[in-house]
């Protein structure tokens, strides 16, 4: 027999490591002090990152200048706990990654791994575990991510900043994929995210000749959103995070997710998920209020 009722909408779910699964507004009081009471006090002792909440913003900096905020296990144990945090606090309304000095972030600082080797062109579990988390947490949080790259990012340093919603890029900006100059393979989604920004065949063409390029060419090439000289960037910062926080953050976390389904490819997918699945919605009636 055949069943002409519509399909039934299924709620969609966030995930914050440490925390679980929730429903976007759903006891998210709740959640947020019962994290707090755990995160607040390592949030103000990170060695290697600084963490700030300024009118509803939170910002996370990359935080070794003297060695161009090189990625460090250490790094990545904090970043992780930061990303969780600002996620878990309903009064963040946008998350800010970027890096102190004159760089976003060399990529990995090799000298952290000590005696360890690198076999097979991976650094190893050491940093892949918590930076494949990380790349998760950047994505998957139930807010806008902004990377804010501020200079140099290489490699597993713009593995993170395609993790994030949106990149905004210094005109002046070095940036690249090194990968194979060194030997070594991409295991932080370099390959998966990369061409989903520039296309296959300039994601081939960055990845193989290890080239740098300037933020106004990674701006050019689609692989960042805005870019701004940097004597103008931490005012073109201030008006992105404002023109994305003045949006509705329940229409923010639907897009998120139904931006994550389109990345599949599958429109007859995409299409029936963006009708099928259910977000709730809090600020509507107001919203239309203002505007009528």
Not at 105 to 119: E, Y
Not at 174 to 189: C, E
Request: hydrophobic content about 45%; glycine content about 8%.
């Amino acid at each position: 027999m055949h069943d002409d009722r519509e399909p039934r909408k299924q709620p969609y779910l966030f995930h914050v490591p440490g925390i679980g699964t929730q429903s976007p507004k759903l006891n998210r009081t709740r959640v947020t002090s019962q994290f707090w009471d755990v995160t607040r006090v390592r949030l103000g002792t990170m060695s290697q990152i600084l963490v700030d909440i300024t009118a509803g913003v939170g910002t996370i900096t990359l935080n070794r200048p003297d060695a161009l905020n090189a990625i460090t296990p250490t790094m990545l144990g904090e970043l992780n706990v930061a990303v969780a945090a600002l996620s878990a606090d309903d009064g963040v309304h946008a998350i800010v990654l970027t890096g102190s000095g004159r760089a976003f972030s060399a990529g990995v600082d090799l000298k952290s791994l000590g005696a360890r080797t690198i076999d097979n062109g991976c650094v190893g579990d050491i940093l892949d575990v918590p930076a494949r988390a990380l790349t998760t947490a950047l994505a998957a949080a139930p807010k806008p991510v902004i990377a804010a790259v501020n200079g140099f990012c290489f490699t597993g340093a713009l593995e993170l900043a395609l993790a994030c919603d949106i990149i905004l890029v210094a005109a002046e900006a070095k940036l690249g994929d090194t990968h194979a100059k060194f030997g070594l393979r991409p295991t932080w989604g370099m390959s998966q995210r990369l061409p989903k920004l520039v296309g296959l065949a300039r994601a081939r063409e960055l990845s193989f000749t290890a080239r740098m390029i300037s933020g106004q060419e990674a701006f050019d090439i689609g692989l960042a959103a805005r870019v701004a000289p940097r004597d103008d960037f931490a005012d073109a910062l201030a008006t992105l995070v404002g023109e994305v926080i003045a949006s509705s953050n329940d229409s923010i976390v639907a897009y998120k997710d139904l931006y994550r389904v389109a990345e599949s490819g599958d429109l007859a997918k995409g299409l029936a998920y963006e009708y099928g699945t259910e977000y709730q919605f809090t600020d509507t009636n107001e919203r239309l209020a203002d505007f009528l």
